[in-house]
Nanobody
Framework: QVQLVESGGGLVQAGGSLRLSCAAS????????MGWFRQAPGKEREFVAT????????YYADSVKGRFTISRDNAQNTVYLQMNSLKLEDTAVYYC???????????????????WGQGTQVTVSS
């Protein structure tokens, strides 16, 4: 069992930066693939980024590639999402998720993740 708590969301101007954190409980954190998803009002939840258990492998949605960076600290049971050059369209609730088993094909599928946080709001203003 893994419990996830996100933090770091807020209001930021376009072009600014935010760093989201996701603190995990449970001793099995380091064996889970971790991901970030987001959901804007009226839209489906969409994949943002994922990171393998060792932190070496990372994958990003095209919409955030080059602007967002996912990382993890297994000693601190925490995964991060550094968001730079934020755009209005990045406004959404951001969710942290953990998966016991994931593949390159399924890593962007929300239904393949086993545990979810409650979400943190990110609002980008003009």
């Amino acid at each position: 069992q893994v419990q996830l708590v996100e933090s770091g969301g807020g209001l930021v101007q376009a072009g600014g930066s935010l760093r989201l954190s996701c603190a995990a409980s449970g001793r099995s954190f380091s064996s889970h693939v971790m991901g970030w998803f987001r959901q804007a009002p009226g839209k489906e939840r969409e994949f943002v980024a994922t990171i393998g258990w060792s932190g070496v492998s990372t994958y990003y949605a095209d919409s955030v590639k080059g602007r967002f960076t996912i990382s993890r600290d297994n000693a601190q049971n925490t995964v991060y999402l550094q968001m730079n050059s934020l755009k209005l369209e990045d406004t959404a609730v951001y969710y942290c998720a953990a998966a016991r088993e994931i593949t390159r094909v399924t890593m962007s599928m929300a239904e393949k993740y086993d545990y979810w946080g409650q979400g943190t709001q990110v609002t980008v203003s003009s």
